[in-house]
Every structure is written in structure tokens, then in C-alpha cells.
């Protein structure tokens, strides 16, 4: 399972990690926290409009990647916050789908050392996610309606950080960016410069894969929660 705070920030982030898992044999789903109503540029446009634009890019990258589906939670673009209602939705997506792993924003990344800010709906959203995974997701008497109604407890085993400068795991993506530049591509209303887009990713994505001797890579952060000797990768993620 993929929990991001925005449309696209998957793309951008372990999309092609995913497919690469995915291409081995394991089921993906994508939960968007907000619909990306606050990614624009004119303040004239309906919010509403740019939204329903936004998850229509989103599916359309979803499938390039491959995902069995995706889910937007519909929280307020720039106003995320990481509280009860918020936790509750993404517990309920977890024990839903029931993933091994979690893959999502670093929510400890802040500043980048290169410059920058990280958005404050990243943070926001990596830290719910982490938060739901443990430990309410697998408390039985965290939202207890929720057990009561058939979602049972479920323990991730793994979480997985993009977007981070604490990297410990590299993922060879070799095979599998060009689905995550194609994925890319279908976030029409965002790329403002497509004919860079591709460069800009392999780009990326080689200098993390000369870090493993690979030609393309992508860089996490693995937070190990429940060691398991007998099942060694994702196949639920």
C-alpha cells in the first residue's frame, strides 16, 4: 500500500518501485489523502473542477504502474492534518487491503540539505500513515467500531520511506522507469516542463542506481516492525 498526501506524489516518489513489486507478483493500492484542489496555479479555477481533474490523472497513472486501485480520501489540499478522522480513514484503508508494507512520505524531512522545504501535507501525511500503521492498525481496541463492523487488527510488517535523506535500501528500478516516467506523463495539469520530464527522472533515478551499480534505482528509508525469517519481500503493498 502506497499512502501519499497528494495526486502525483507517488509518481514522483516509489512509483516505479512499486511496479517493479508488482511485475513480481504483488498487489498494489494507492491511497491519496487529499485530491490536489490546492495544486494550481490560477486562483480563479474551481477548486472542485481541479480536483475531479486531478484523481482522473491519478487513475490513469495508476494503471500505468499498475495498481489494483486507488483511494482519495478527500481531506483539504494544505490543510492536512494529522488527526483522529484522518487516522481513522487510513486504518480503515489498511485493515481493508491488509498490506505487508507501507510505502510513504518521511515525515521527518523537513528541510532539504540542498534547499528547500518539504510540503507541510508531506509531512503531514507520513506521519498519519505511520502513526495508523502503528500502532492503531493493529490495536484491536483503536477505533473499535471498525473490528466490531468485520475490519479486524492487522500488522504491517514494513515501512517504507521515500522522499527521505536517511536512505538505508535501494530498489533496482531498471525495468520499470519507464512505467514510472509514462505514469508521470498522465499528470497533465502538473508537469510544467514535459519535454524535461523524462531526462529529469532517469536523471534521478541513475544517480541513485550508481549508488547499487545499477542503471536506475530508488531510494528508501526501511523501518523494520515485525521481523518475519520466512517471507523475505512485499506481496502486499
Not at 517493479?20 to 487529499?34: E, K
Not at 494544505?78 to 480503515?92: C, D, K
Not at 507541510?120 to 500503521?133: I, L, S
Request: proline share 6%; aromatic share 6%.
Amino acid at each position: 500500500m502506497v499512502i501519499v498526501a497528494h495526486p502525483d506524489d507517488a509518481d514522483f516518489g516509489p512509483a516505479a518501485t512499486a511496479a517493479s513489486w508488482i511485475d513480481a507478483g504483488s498487489t498494489g493500492w494507492l491511497v491519496c489523502c487529499t485530491s490536489g484542489d490546492a495544486g494550481g496555479e490560477d486562483p480563479a479555477l474551481d477548486p472542485l473542477d481541479l480536483a475531479a481533474l486531478r484523481e482522473v490523472e491519478q487513475g490513469r497513472a495508476a494503471e500505468v504502474v499498475g495498481y489494483s486501485g486507488v483511494t482519495f480520501l478527500h481531506q483539504p489540499d494544505g490543510a492536512l492534518a494529522n488527526e483522529l478522522p484522518l487516522r481513522e480513514q487510513l486504518v480503515r484503508e489498511i485493515r481493508t487491503f491488509r498490506p505487508d508494507a507501507v510505502l510513504t512520505h518521511d515525515p521527518e524531512m523537513v528541510f532539504w540539505s540542498d534547499g528547500g522545504v518539504n510540503h507541510t501535507d508531506h509531512r503531514t501525511a507520513g506521519m498519519a500513515a505511520v502513526d495508523a500503521v502503528y500502532p492503531a492498525a493493529r490495536n484491536p481496541m483503536a477505533f473499535p467500531w471498525l473490528a466490531r463492523s468485520g475490519l479486524d487488527a492487522h500488522r504491517v510488517r514494513r515501512l517504507y520511506l521515500f522522499w527521505t535523506e536517511r536512505a538505508n535500501t535501494w530498489i533496482d528500478v531498471s525495468a520499470t522507469i519507464t512505467r514510472k516516467v509514462d505514469a508521470l506523463r498522465a499528470h497533465a495539469s502538473q508537469i510544467k516542463e514535459p519535454e524535461r520530464l523524462e531526462a529529469r527522472i532517469r536523471e534521478w533515478a541513475g544517480e541513485e542506481g550508481r549508488k547499487i551499480g545499477v542503471p536506475a534505482a530508488e531510494a528508501l528509508r526501511l523501518v523494520v516492525i515485525d521481523e518475519d525469517e520466512e517471507h523475505e519481500g512485499p506481496t502486499d503493498s
